[in-house]
């Protein structure tokens, strides 16, 4: 036998005995065949283009279906997040085993678990596809120009969908907005008091707690306020940098005089304030993502024994790798939705703002009843 035989001649030579796949695989396969002919054929664009004007017949407002269609999006896929919340421990130990497989065998490893049926694996993979496809029908409906030449009903719409009428109603889209009329600077001296004042004081907190921990080591109250302390000086560490560049900008143009407007957007033109919304809401999006996920790893880290100095290193590390990736990917979205309508730009801060208050709203949801549907099968195992 050869030793150094490749990844691919690996993966084709896992359990060449058996003659049949799993049922859970062999129905995976057949749905990612058929789902990608139906892509590729533009069933799932028709599918959201039919559902988008089903909105606009019963609202009659371009902007407000725009809204609608993210909001049901969200809506009808809380099942698939269910699913997901519930085999997000096998996921997690999945995760696990391919940290400590070499990198070539990890390809390897992962063709064995979906050969073999594992269904949080084969939920991934449909999960991912799925997420993909609709994510990309939906933006890519408004880069389609319907608003000025009229819509083939045939390439587009289902039978069932009424045919809208033209010229197409509420593209433009209002939303409040203020301008700043007036600004002042403070001198630099008060500025580099400011800050040297706010370092002082940081280290003083530090020395301080060193001084009197001893004291305190028996005081929960005391102990969990100095763990959410430190976390919160991760968190600015991450991105000490940019902050302190954002201060300073901030003190030298402090607004003192803001004037209140309505900011009007059509949506079937470029719009630069849009423009800037998207990207400054790309941005916080993807800050509010990296902390997230990256507060998780540090917790689990925590737990697992690591070295806290290590942990808050890593977290620093990750945080200014999530900075970097905000700014190139706020900046992307900037430049490239300054070529086509508003309405992809609505669409897309749409979804972003249906992330950011998922936890809080549909997330609180999906979390109990992955919560209740894990504690009835922890109840079946213990009756069985």
Do not use: C
């Not at 939303?175 to 009329?181: D, E, L, Q």
Request: proline share 4%.
């Amino acid at each position: 036998m050869v030793e150094n035989q490749s990844t691919f001649s690996q993966v084709r030579k896992i359990d060449n005995s058996r003659k049949f796949l799993p049922l859970l695989t062999t129905f995976l396969l057949v749905f990612l065949i058929y789902l990608f002919i139906w892509f590729f054929r533009g069933g799932s664009f028709r599918l959201y283009t039919s559902i988008f004007f089903t909105l606009y017949y019963v609202t009659h407002q371009i902007w407000l279906s725009v809204l609608l269609i993210g909001v049901l999006q969200n809506v009808l896929f809380m099942p698939l997040r269910l699913i997901g919340n519930v085999l997000d421990q096998p996921l997690k130990d999945f995760e696990d085993e391919l940290d400590k497989t070499e990198e070539k065998q990890q390809l390897v490893v992962f063709s064995k678990k979906v050969k073999e049926g594992n269904s949080a694996i084969v939920f991934f993979i449909f999960n991912f596809f799925v997420n993909a496809i609709a994510f990309f029908s939906a933006g890519r409906i408004f880069l389609v120009d319907f608003y000025n030449k009229p819509l083939d009903r045939v390439k587009f719409l289902y039978d069932w969908v009424p045919y809208p009428e033209y010229p197409l109603k509420g593209t433009i889209f209002k939303f409040p907005f203020f301008k700043i009329t007036e600004t002042t600077a403070l001198p630099w001296n008060t500025i580099i008091t400011f800050i040297g004042s706010a370092v002082l004081f940081l280290i003083g907190l530090r020395l301080i707690w060193r001084l009197v921990r001893f004291i305190f080591k028996r005081n929960q109250k005391i102990l969990y306020a100095r763990i959410r302390y430190n976390r919160l000086l991760a968190t600015i560490g991450g991105f000490g940098g940019v902050l302190t560049i954002g201060i300073i900008f901030l003190l030298r143009h402090i607004p003192i005089a803001f004037q209140g407007l309505l900011l009007k957007v059509d949506l079937t033109r470029q719009n630069t304030p849009m423009n800037f919304v998207t990207a400054v809401g790309t941005f916080l999006t993807t800050i509010h993502a990296g902390y997230k996920n990256n507060s998780n790893d540090a917790k689990v880290a925590k737990l697992a024994g690591i070295d806290p100095k290590i942990v808050s290193r890593v977290f620093h590390e990750k945080m200014r790798t999530s900075l970097k990736n905000a700014l190139v990917l706020g900046g992307g979205a900037f430049f490239i939705t300054n070529q086509i309508p508003s309405a992809f730009e609505l669409s897309v801060a749409t979804f972003e703002v249906m992330y950011m208050i998922y936890p809080y709203t549909l997330g609180r949801l999906v979390t109990l009843g992955s919560k209740n549907v894990k504690k009835n099968e922890t109840t079946n195992i213990a009756v069985n």
